[in-house]
């Protein structure tokens, strides 16, 4: 039976049990296994929430259907400490179980993993990849829980494990037998075989893991990751203390809200009586749903339509294309003729458009591939998009805006040459702003792009702006 759990006053604590997910690097299997756990707590009846650590718009999509729940990104530079400790007090006063996925290493970052369980208490549980060690997965272990002592510690899971027999020398090795949380076997989902090459239980592209919603078989993929954790210590272990026998008891924390002195950004009715058109399909997908929520919360009414489906453009008084994956949809969108002119003729009458990384190289017009094909796209902005293997921009951002500051970050694989002058570059948190590493942001006519990813509740009265609001003041 799971516990009924009673709402408590905004003003205390609410207690859950939650634990962060991290790793030594990237790649190591982290999504999967907390997919993974979601899922075997979903189906034992467990109101599960899950979060992601940084910014990602993949992972999360697994998480929500590993857990059926919302999942919304929390970060300390970001989203903000006071964000962070808003969600997990909200979600600790009504969940059974509460999932943290970190961001790339436990301890990598201005701001890292690590630095968010050690200031809210979360226990952390590192996942190894240790298909290519054995008694050195101890060393590794035993780095890990002492290289910061104030850590709160879960335990060790060892990924990509062979056979039984490896997983005997890898628990032999440690140093702390207690935080033996059990070996996972590095096979792909829905496959028989074994693929030793392959860290990840699920598949991958050049962005990350592909989104659950693309594969038919997902749900079963994560049922198939489920059933392999539920033979570990790590999934047998209890849910209701038990003299003597740990179990998920052990794990609580106390979430507090914010402190009431800390400053949350401004929200007023900036976009009532506005309706905008938000592009959403599987080469629009990168949107936050804290972002929907934020325009929300400033008056807008949202519709979506989908370019791939051949939608037609919705009434509206501003367009929002997100980021995505149209380069690998470029020959259906430059189809969608008719919608190709409705956002031309938008822009003529004067109307917004917030472009946002993929969202932008579809109105420009063409895209070459890897393989040197060039594909027409929208041809709304001047500009041809090659994509390339190396990565283009990678990291947290924040642009200066005239209602203020933006934070979020980039991540593409593409290059623009295009003849519009920026008017202003993003930043790295804490650089000058307009630095040569940031991303450009262009302005043309009534289209605002960028390849920066904007995080809105950082600063609504700017995300306002970028949808045509006029702000006094």
């Known amino acids: ?236 272990r209890l849910w209701q203390a038990e003299p003597g026998q740990p179990s998920w008891q052990d794990w609580c924390v106390d979430f507090m809200p914010p402190a009431q002195h800390e400053p949350q950004p401004e929200i007023k009715p900036w976009l009532a009586g506005k309706r905008i058109a938000i592009a959403r399909d599987a080469a629009f997908s990168f949107i936050y749903p804290a972002n929907l929520d934020c325009l929300q919360s400033m008056g807008a009414e949202l519709c979506f339509f989908s370019p791939l489906a051949g939608d037609a453009l919705p009434a509206c008084d501003a367009i929002w294309l997100p980021g995505g994956y149209p380069e690998l949809h470029a020959q259906a969108l430059a189809a969608n003729t008719g919608l190709r002119e409705a956002l031309a003729q938008h822009v003529v009458q004067g109307k917004p458009v917030w472009a946002e990384c993929g969202g932008m190289l579809a109105l420009c017009e063409s895209i070459t591939d890897l393989q040197g094909a060039q594909q027409p796209l929208w041809a709304v902005l001047p500009g041809r998009v090659t994509m390339q293997n190396r990565l283009g921009g990678l990291g947290m951002q924040q642009l200066v805006l005239p209602m203020g500051l933006l934070r979020g970050h980039t991540f593409h694989y593409s290059r623009l040459d295009t003849p519009m002058a920026f008017s202003t570059r993003s930043s790295r948190p804490g650089a000058e702003v307009h630095a040569e590493r940031g991303e450009a942001f262009y302005a043309s006519g009534s289209v605002r792009a960028s390849y920066f990813h904007a995080w809105f509740a950082s600063c609504p009265a700017a995300a306002a702006w970028l949808f045509g609001a006029t702000i006094e003041g």
């Not at 939650?18 to 790649?27: D, E, F, Q, V």
């Not at 009504?94 to 050690?118: C, P, R, T, Y």
């Open 1 to 236: 039976m799971v516990e009924e759990k009673s709402a408590l006053p905004v003003a205390e604590s609410a207690r859950c049990p939650a634990i962060l997910i991290s790793a030594p690097a990237s790649g190591q299997g982290k999504t999967t296994i907390t997919a993974a756990l979601a899922r075997l707590h979903a189906r034992q009846g467990r109101k599960v929430r899950v979060f992601k650590c940084g910014p990602d718009f993949l992972d999360p999509y697994w998480h929500e259907l590993a857990s059926g729940q919302p999942v919304h990104s929390v970060d300390l530079w970001m989203t903000g400490e006071a964000d962070v400790r808003r969600r997990l007090h909200e979600a600790a006063q009504d969940a059974d179980l509460i999932l943290v996925e970190g961001v790339m290493g436990l301890f990598d970052g201005n701001l890292s993993a690590a630095d968010l369980a050690q200031r809210l208490g979360l226990p952390v549980l590192a996942v190894i990849d240790a298909a290519a060690m054995a008694g050195t997965f101890g060393a590794v272990a035993y780095g890990l829980h002492h290289y910061r002592p104030e850590l709160r510690w879960a335990g060790m899971l060892a990924n990509r494990v062979a056979t039984a027999h490896h997983a005997e020398l890898l628990q032999r090795g440690m140093r702390e037998p207690q935080l033996w949380l059990g070996a996972m076997p590095g096979v792909q989902l829905g496959e028989p075989a074994p693929k030793p090459k392959s860290a990840s239980l699920l598949p991958e592209r050049h962005l990350g893991l592909i989104a659950a919603h693309e594969l038919g078989d997902a749900l079963q993929r994560l049922d198939a990751a489920a059933d392999a954790l539920a033979q570990t210590p790590l999934g047998q």
